[in-house]
């Protein structure tokens, strides 16, 4: 059985992975900051979902956590064919670009591109000790946000922190491509979560007057349906690719 690591897979896009993944036959261990009780609606999906799960917690902005959360993983299924980085965070103040404060720049920066830097790095010096399976040692997948090349000046370091992960997948999937693992990112546009609740009024008004060419809010699963693609390993000759799961926001429109 082939076995997954997904970081952040306790609500929203990455419970939906996680869901994906099981369905599609994965093992998989998600990270969480809270014990599995803490979420007892997310608990009910994935033991309803039949997916075959380990939980596991720790702050993945902490080296310490991160070292023990990925050793306990390879513990338990000794072998790890896909990661995804997912866990992510929001600025919990969104303020002006003139404004923003050091310490909401690194919370940004240290949660999503430092971990997603190091956590990859831990895992993929695993994965090359790896022996391969369809003659591959193993995938990464990570999950970045159409914030990478959107500009928004209420909340920069989330963009800079998204810019920054599109450069580790090309950094990434340069170094591994010769060990074979492959490397790719997928960018989400507006997906309705926990996220986006605080600014659902905005974007449901920006929705309605024609943002995206796909009128509608995205869907925790529409981002895991393409996660689940790469991680199915038909994309053999493709590494360092991204695909958007935007509605079409990224095309440019006149
Ligand atoms: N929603 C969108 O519109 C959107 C768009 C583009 C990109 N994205 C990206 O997609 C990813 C998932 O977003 P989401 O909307 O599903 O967010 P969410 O509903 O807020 O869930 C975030 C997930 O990340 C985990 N997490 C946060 N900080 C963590 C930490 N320090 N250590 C370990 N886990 C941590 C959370 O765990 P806990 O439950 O324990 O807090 C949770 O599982 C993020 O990287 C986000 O930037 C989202």
Redesign the pocket.
């Known amino acids: 059985m082939k076995t997954a690591f997904v ?10 992975i996680v869901k994906e993944l099981g369905r599609a036959g994965f093992r998989v261990a ?5 014990e599995e009780e ?2 007892p609606e997310s608990s009910r999906q994935l033991k309803e979902s039949g997916v075959d799960y380990l939980w596991l ?6 080296s310490s ?1 991160r070292e023990r959360v990925v050793t306990e993983a390879f513990k338990e299924f000794g072998r790890i064919d896909v990661l995804v ?6 600025p919990k103040l969104r303020a002006d670009l003139l404004t923003m404060t050091e310490e909401s720049y690194d919370y940004v920066m240290d ?2 591109t430092k ?1 997603n830097m190091f956590i990859t790095q831990r895992v993929a010096r695993e994965m090359t000790a790896q022996e391969p399976v369809d003659g591959r040692k193993g995938i990464i997948i990570n ?5 990478a090349e959107v500009s928004s000046v209420n909340r920069g370091e ?1 963009c800079i ?2 810019a920054g992960i599109s450069m580790l997948t090309l950094l990434y999937a340069d170094r591994l491509a010769g060990e074979g693992i492959l490397v790719y990112e997928v ?10 609740k605080k600014v659902e009024e905005k974007y449901s008004g920006l929705i309605g007057q024609g943002l995206f060419p796909i009128a509608r809010w ?1 869907t ?1 699963e529409d ?1 895991a349906r393409a996660v689940r693609a790469f991680a199915s390993g038909d994309f053999p000759y493709t590494t360092g690719s991204y695909i958007d799961v935007d509605g079409g926001f990224h095309i440019k429109r006149l």
Request: with cysteine; charged share 15%.
């Open positions: 970081t952040g897979g306790s609500r929203g896009i990455g419970l939906a998600l990270m969480a900051t809270r803490h979420y917690t720790g702050d993945i902005s902490s956590d980085n997912n866990a992510g965070v929001a949660t999503n971990a999950i970045s946000s159409c914030s989330y922190s998204k960018r989400p546009g507006v997906i309705r979560t926990d996220m986006t995205g925790p981002v």
